[in-house]
């Protein structure tokens, strides 16, 4: 119920600064003294004993308060525990998202912890806690942002967002992400050419959007979306954990999330999410998450 649902965020958003502390001290330490980083499937796929620490913390938590929720985190998935998704309450979590900027001390880094019931995510709570950055939504509630502590800001930020009048308005995020090889890097880079360049130009015929981000952590660049800082995320390869809590909080921000598009070589089917949620699971999907109100994109 919807009662449930706000306990359920208050201990979420409780976990989450839990989280942030251990967040914090870890990058302290790292900058500091180095720590042992470890690469997962290649060496840009980076796990840190802070990682594995939040997860172990945030699962042992969820477990005590909440004993019959399952539970999907990309630690416990990397290590063996993988729990198939069914239709029970099943948080889905990634302990640091953004490992790569936490291991370099760029401060754009955060927790993700979502709540998916019946294959659905109906809670996302994305806390960044360098900025001290927090993003919580309700299915059917809406989403907010509280910065610094300061009172729930109902996303977008803007009371009347303008649709864009053209892709070329754009400010877009997208990232390179950990899978860097040929077919998936000329996928890439073919649609970061297409949007970047100039279509006067002979060489690359593109939408010559404002700009093109690559900021390092999917929740935020979804959270990002949600507040009105990027028009669109578009990512190859993310997990069930990246998107989770923040597909919830962009659509409650009146976001589109979708699994596909013309424009950058993807399918063309919109994959629903529980579905979307089992592939990535077992293999990596496209993930594209445009603002509201644009069309072009479909063109
Ligand atoms: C990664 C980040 C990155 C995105 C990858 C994710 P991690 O998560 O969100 O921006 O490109 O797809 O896997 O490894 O930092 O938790």
Known sequence: TSSDLQSILQFTVDLAHSAGKIILDGSVAIQNAGS???????????????????????????????????????????????????DDPTFCVDPIDGTTNFVHGFPWVCISLGLIYKRRPVLGVIFNPFLNFLYTGIKNQGSYLSQNGGPPLK????????????????????EWGSDRSLSSLTKRSGSFHRLAGDPSSGVVKGRMVHSIRSLGSSALNFAMVAQGGLDIYWEIGCWAWDVCAGSLIAQEAGCTVSGSHAVFEATKSTPEFGQMTEEILTGRKYIVIRAIGDTELEK
């Open 36 to 86: 042992n980083v470890d690469e997962k499937k290649n060496s840009v796929d980076l796990v840190t004993e802070y990682d594995v620490k939040v997860e172990e913390l945030v699962k042992k938590e969820i477990a005590a308060k909440y004993p019959a929720f399952k539970f999907i985190g990309e630690e416990s998935y990397a290590a063996g525990s993988r729990s198939p998704l069914t």
């Open 155 to 174: 996303l977008p930020l803007a009371k009347s967002p303008k649709p864009l009048a053209t892709l070329n308005h754009a400010q877009i995020a997208v």
